[in-house]
């Protein structure tokens, strides 16, 4: 154990796109929240929109991205889930080059419930001035069952948020795992004998990213209806 923590070395673990996302969808649903609260429904849903174009790209550079972001290197079954909070209490050297088995359900749910939540925000009213792009497909009945959802989408997002957080704060402040930097910086520091993820074009994130904002167009906007 001693000789595998004095070879500890940095590795580069995420890279540039997957944190550009991971920021961008904080500030998305910061901002989302606190436009809701002050009556701009505007900026609230270009925000909604913006968090719709980020999910959908996270979703498929989760396919086809960098191998530390892939879906398929980070979800784990129940087995590893034990077997990492194990390797917490055990202070096992931290060897992860992508999401904990733990965290990586996590992300999973977070991702699907923004997804939810900006979807549901597409057919949503606020029986006020603002209406949804997509209110006219529905009426005002099944709009307002929409926007029921979205706010109890909302709630529950709300709380996935704090967990994480607290999650977060919870690895650094009980293990000594810092899982703030390295989304920062895109560096970890790794026992010697692993290697780094493999790391996909950064012009391929791009790409995928400028599919999904033009597919979060073309729906806002009504062009595939």
């Avoid at 923004?114 to 009426?139: K, S």
């Avoid at 607290?166 to 899982?179: E, H, N, P, W």
């Amino acid at each position: 154990m001693r000789g595998e923590a004095d070879a500890m070395a940095e590795r580069t673990v995420w890279d540039l796109p997957t944190r550009l996302f991971h920021w961008a969808l904080v500030l998305c649903l910061v901002a989302s929240f606190l436009t809701v609260k002050l009556h701009e429904m505007r900026l609230h849903a270009w925000f909604g929109y913006t968090s719709l174009t980020l999910v959908l790209f996270r979703l498929v550079w989760g396919l086809v991205g960098s191998e530390s972001a892939r879906f398929v290197r980070f979800l784990r079954g129940p087995a590893a889930v034990a077997n990492h909070l194990r390797g917490l209490f055990r202070r096992d050297p931290d060897r992860e080059i992508t999401h904990n088995a733990l965290g990586g359900w996590a992300v999973v749910a977070l991702l699907l419930l923004v997804l939810a939540q900006g979807t549901t925000g597409l057919f949503a009213n606020d029986d006020i001035v603002f209406r949804g792009p997509l209110f006219p497909l529905v009426g005002k009945a099944w709009s307002d069952r929409f926007t029921t959802w979205h706010y109890r989408i909302s709630d529950a997002l709300l709380i996935m948020v704090a967990v994480h957080v607290a999650a977060v704060l919870a690895y650094r402040i009980l293990f000594g795992r810092d899982l703030i930097t390295p989304m920062l910086t895109g560096r970890k520091r790794l026992p010697g004998a692993v290697a780094s993820p493999r790391l996909a074009s950064p012009w391929l994130a791009f790409a995928i990213f400028a599919v999904a904002a033009g597919t979060v167009w073309a729906v806002v906007t009504r062009q595939l209806f």
